[in-house]
């Protein structure tokens, strides 16, 4: 597995001079929510009037990628939908962000950032328009369904005059100092307002380091000296800061503090001579460099207590949902998937699908026109079977029994991956999905479980029912499973013993030939 120069390259590069977007929610999740929340509202009158009205212009928006255009027209169906007006002082406030080039920022060195605007609002602005800058504690959340409440102010950065009325065409540039701030997460935050009334507040996730740059430097130079296998272990945050801070992933993808440490650790025992992934077991981060993409990719593994590589162990591989990353079926559902794991001996990999939006390809279908769109979803698919290779090559692993399940955008995903590959799956469990009947002859002698709530406001269970329909006409051995009043997500950690246990059940009768 070769690592390219591209990868090895100095933090001056990793932190480009011309200053670009950070990633904002992928519009993919901005769509769901909205969705859901029509779903679940099921409007109705002069409601459901402005909504039609409201889905109209987005179709059209949509069909022209006028993506900032989208991002208003959802902002407005939410108000719509929790019973508010949709004014011009709300049309402003969710039309400013902040942007910089360094969301993982050295906090020793000045750091520029921009107020900025993503759509022209329709709001009329006659006076004079200031900036307060606050850095606060970022926000803990407190519990489902509590919101957020902000952070302690850790430093008041002042108040900034002659901020323009159109931040489209002239954004608002910010030279700020931490150089007194710990190292840490927080959030970086501006009210605006017009000298009577506060209009709107934009904040932005940052992570803040003093030395960040000698620590790069660090890494860079030991992932030079390190064995193949382990280099991605080593450059991972190098690699996975460079695209946070180009905007081309959220910082939610990556915890610094951690993932630095984690690289340093890996370069430590590099020195002294030892791998130190060999013999671990229980839960543990990986990393490779997904060569098509010239990008290292995060995925996570669950390997039993009792694994010593003396016999063969079975596998599954999880795919989480849509806005998820590798730790969903660690840290969600209750994180009852691990202790499943351990308890009937399974391996478990997690894939990120190269991004939180990925979709895991098309599947057997017609890619997407979107070339954009196309790039991800290929990269998605090769993410999902080269993490399954890897795995095959790390571990022993029981070519019989190689399952997999994935809730939501990963059920629909399952439902793409497994005809598409159709010799490696011992059976398969997609949760909270649909998918295309035409596609389930090719998966004829796979049984699958299928969990579905038949009051799910995001993916509806109609999906679910006519794959179970045409699994009946095909004779293709099932289990369903649909809950009365269950929603999206509340279904999946109630069953994923059942779900296993399912799995228990089923194996492969001869050894799969496919090592895709």
């Not at 029509?38 to 009205?53: F, H, M, R, S, W």
């Not at 059209?60 to 006028?66: C, H």
């Not at 007194?180 to 009334?197: H, P, T």
């Not at 998937?337 to 399974?346: D, F, S, V």
Request: proline residues 7%.
């Amino acid at each position: 597995m070769k690592v390219r120069t591209l990868v090895l390259v100095s933090l001056c590069a990793i932190l480009p001079s011309t200053a670009l977007p950070q990633a904002l929610t992928s519009l993919a999740s901005v769509r769901v929510g909205y969705t859901t929340r029509k779903n679940t509202v099921k409007p109705q009158g002069e409601l459901k009037a402005q909504i039609d009205a409201l889905d109209a212009q987005i179709a059209e928006a949509s069909r022209l990628g006028k993506n900032g255009e989208l991002r208003r027209l959802f902002a407005k169906g939410i108000v719509l939908l929790s019973s508010r007006a949709w004014t011009p002082a709300l049309d402003y406030t969710n039309s400013l962000v902040i942007r910089t080039d360094h969301v993982v920022a050295d906090s020793a060195k000045p750091y520029p950032a921009r107020l900025e605007q993503i759509y022209l609002p329709s709001i009329d602005l006659q006076r004079a328009l200031t900036a307060h800058v606050v850095l606060r504690q970022r926000p803990t959340p407190a519990g489902p369904g509590v919101p957020l409440q902000p952070g302690a102010v850790v430093k008041d950065l002042g108040t900034f005059e002659g901020v323009g009325r159109d931040l489209r065409e002239s954004p608002f540039p910010f030279e700020l100092d931490f150089h007194d701030v710990a190292d840490g997460a927080y959030q970086l935050e501006i009210d605006v307002s017009d000298q009577l009334a506060p209009l709107g507040r934009p904040s932005l996730s940052i992570s803040l380091r003093k030395g960040l740059d000698d620590v790069v430097a660090r890494l860079e130079t030991a992932a030079k000296a390190a064995p193949e296998n382990l280099r991605a272990e080593i450059l991972f945050p190098v690699d996975r800061m460079r695209n946070v801070n180009r905007g081309r992933l959220e910082l939610r993808t990556f915890d610094p503090e951690r993932d630095l440490a984690a690289a340093e650790a890996v370069a430590t025992a590099v020195k002294a001579k030892k791998n130190p992934f060999a013999g671990r077991t229980g839960d543990i981060r990986r990393h490779y460099l997904l060569d098509a993409a010239n990008e290292i990719i995060p995925y996570r593994t669950y390997i039993p207590t009792t694994y010593n590589g003396s016999k063969a162990y079975p596998l599954i591989v999880a795919l989480h949902g849509l806005g998820g990353t590798e730790d969903a079926f660690f840290d969600g559902y209750e994180k009852k998937l691990p202790p499943l794991a351990e308890q009937h001996g399974y391996i478990v990999a997690a894939p990120l699908g190269y991004r939180v939006d990925g979709s895991y390809g098309w599947g057997l279908g017609n890619p997407p026109a979107d070339p954009t769109t196309k790039r991800t979803q290929d990269f998605s698919e090769q993410d999902v079977m080269q993490v399954l290779q890897r795995v095959r090559q790390q571990y022993k692993i029981d070519e019989r029994r190689i399952y997999l399940m994935g809730h939501s955008m990963g059920g629909i995903g399952t439902w793409k991956v497994a005809p598409k590959y159709p010799d490696i799956w011992a059976a398969i469990a997609p949760i909270s999905g649909n998918g295309a009947p035409d596609t389930l002859e090719r998966i004829r002698t796979v049984p699958e479980i299928i969990v579905h709530g038949d009051a799910d406001p995001t993916v509806n269970v109609a999906g679910s029912r006519m794959m179970v329909a045409k699994m009946e006409e095909l004779g293709i051995e099932f289990k369903y499973i649909e809950v009365p009043g269950g929603l999206h997500s509340d279904v999946v950690a109630p069953n994923l013993a059942a779900v296993v246990e399912f799995f228990d059940a089923h194996r492969k009768t001869m050894r799969s030939t496919s090592q895709q």
